[in-house]
């Protein structure tokens, strides 16, 4: 099995819904630092899961939907709670369908899976994996 | 499949037995940087696999009982081969038998799995993986 | 010249005012990872610049005043542009003031200067360094 | 399921055809930081998958026959287009011949098999993970 | 003093004049990962040493003359040694350039000096400070 | 000014004097992951600080006679209490010495000075940085 990984970045304010998340009910923020994964089984003719370069650019267009906002006020999230893990399921599916729209190139028409992990601080991190 | 990943480290002293380990036969010591990974299929009802902050918690907890140790004197690890293997085993080992006792929360009644790497410098590192 | 640093994190919600910030103007967020540096000419008896623990705690506390915030709202903020070199002299002078409270122990009475780094993703941090 | 890792790097010059590379087509070149993860079910009568420092003098001689090199006229990659991806393979697939040739100690006789991912940059990674 | 950083890298084959250089004096190649460091004493009224957004587009374009090429074969590089710390000064001359062309904005006019970072591996790297 | 940095590790057990230092007071251990870093106002005849495979070599050659030991046993540290701080400044006294008596080649008779950082975790490190 192949993979390639590209990281990019966002900055967001949010709040958690919950006891269990203490003051991180209050609104505060994160740079999350985020990691997608594309995996194949097979290499297409140039040699590549995904051409680096687009899949650079599908991330930063994914993450662009997200960052500098408040997402308790972003019309896609309304009523979702916003953790590290919900995050990545969002960032992963959102790269998942953009793969099937053919954004992704030729290649990607032959990926396995998606990884995205978000890295919220140098201590902690939530990764969402999945099957396309 | 959902996971979350926190951070810490333990300072030990120890020394392994077999030729194979040439100088590190001798007494010496690490700072083992350590990643514990919780695995789920599912979120909880507050999109979580785990508490950041439980997890963080009793983490530091299974460290506790090994760091600032002279592992060869450990108690609990007499006769056992400290690699940095073996050690992953004892610190999943621990995070599981506490998930079971329900330390972790609610949330972790539905863990999949646990993963745990000690980084032994910047150079080499060892994971133990186990199902729950 | 010796020197001592320590790392935490604090995550925070924010909104920067000027042209210049394009989308920063508006109300998002960011993890700032903190590196807090300590130096001095010269060792105590003990033969450190600081207590690696005491520091730890302080630089702690002082993070605690921010962290799971939104600065916009913070009293101690008003008025104030919060850039991360803003932030960082922010959390440098706390330390400062702390230090010459003597928190941070004996050793601390022969410290030099302090330099506070603040990360806010992978690809950008800002520093600022003082004397004391 | 246990693994070691062990990291070090190799630095060439390559160029790679096919139009999906853009500028990459030109003769250009990379550090390659090269993690290669040895993973087995069990560990040997030392406790260890693997002896990390064999696993570091393999990686080495593999990485050796690749490094200080213009990949474009390396005779073992005649007609290979060495993206990142291929180079991981080429390296796992050295791995294992070693492995199999008894070079990583009779403890790698049990190896599950060996992941090996390259980093290109700080945002920029591919793997390749086979059985043995 | 304050401080701001930006990171980004390029990916160039060259090869290094001097017996000192060993096999490096083969054509290979490397990724640098290069940190630009902008230094001021003050603040401008955005409460900022030069907006990142600035420092990042500047430096990229610094780096986009040097990336994807072979150095031996760059007009601008005749009879240059490529070395890391070359290559460094390389990069921090010409910021300072653009800085003093006023492409990093009015807060670039108070800029006391530059560093300039690169790494070329994850266990090597090379820096230039300059005044400006 | 110029400089050059290299990294390696060490693995060490050790136990520190003084109250302050809580349970490091028992026999426990650390990996030190070292940087050195050579400073130079002007380059050499090759375009270089220092040669960066003879720095590599001669901090291995240092480090090599700290690692894989009880530092409370050695006999070059009797007396000695063992901080981060204090065993930086062994490094960097060790590497002065080697570079005076020739070891780091001609182009060290320029070094302005050294500086070594040893990272005890991934959220502490110390520095000693001292004039040639």
Redesign the interface.
Known sequence: ?????????M????S???E?????Q????????VDATFRSAT?D?????V???RA?EELRAVLGEL????LDDHPALQG???????L??VVADALATRSREGRL?A?AQQLAGITVTLH???????????EL
């Open positions: 099995m192949f993979s390639v990984t590209v990281r990019d970045h900055m967001v304010a949010h958690l819904r919950g269990v998340f203490g003051p991180a209050q609104l505060h923020g994160a740079t999350f630092v290499l003719a140039d040699g590549v899961v051409d680096i370069g650079t960052t500098y906002r408040n979702v709670n916003t953790t590290t893990e919900v990545a399921k190139g290649a919220e601080s140098h201590v902690a991190w939530a990764s969402y994996e999945r």
